[in-house]
């Protein structure tokens, strides 16, 4: 979808200035390809994109020079940008789990009961697939979950014979 709408913004392209954006979609696109797949091929073909879009705002700002020299010019720009590519990868570690979390919510959905209980803290424990708890009988296997007075939503467990493994009812 959002190569399509490149595709349409490339379509309108009037003025020096839609060229720039056109330009700065396109490394957009290629940041954002590495969500989908960060194999080595796809690298290697976002390093071609890069390149091929840095070789046509050299030229666009420079229209008289040889598509060779803006080549060599912006792959220039390139190897001088890759040591200090290098130099921030290494200096600034990678952030683990997302951006977008608090610290303090990290856990939520987590099954179990904390120290302190507040209104929805339940609740939020049903969107959880986690095994919420574990029963193992001594005696013969209830013929049905809701004898022992478990959730309709316990199953046999396949870990432990003769255990019911009892999972949240959100998915069931």
Do not use: H
Not at 48 to 55: E, M, N, R
């Amino acid at each position: 979808m959002l190569v399509l709408l490149l595709f349409l913004k490339l379509l309108e392209t009037r003025a020096r200035r839609d060229v720039f954006v056109v330009a700065f979609l396109v490394y957009f696109v290629a940041l954002a390809n590495f969500f989908y797949s960060q194999s080595i091929p796809i690298a290697g073909l976002m390093l071609l994109t890069v390149l091929v879009t840095t070789t046509a705002l050299v030229g666009f700002s420079a229209p008289q020079r040889l598509v060779l020299e803006d080549l060599k010019t912006a792959g220039r720009m390139l190897a001088q940008a890759g040591p200090v590519m290098l130099l921030l990868f290494f200096l600034f570690p990678r952030v683990q789990g997302p951006l977008w979390g608090m610290p303090q919510d990290a856990y939520s959905g987590v099954n179990g009961l904390s120290e302190t209980m507040s209104p929805g803290s339940i609740s939020s424990l049903s969107l959880s697939d986690a095994i919420a708890f574990r029963v193992k009988f001594e005696t013969e296997l209830p013929r049905e979950p809701g004898s022992t007075g478990a959730a309709p939503c316990c199953r046999t467990s396949t870990a432990a014979p003769g255990a019911w493994a009892c999972r949240s009812c959100a998915g069931t």
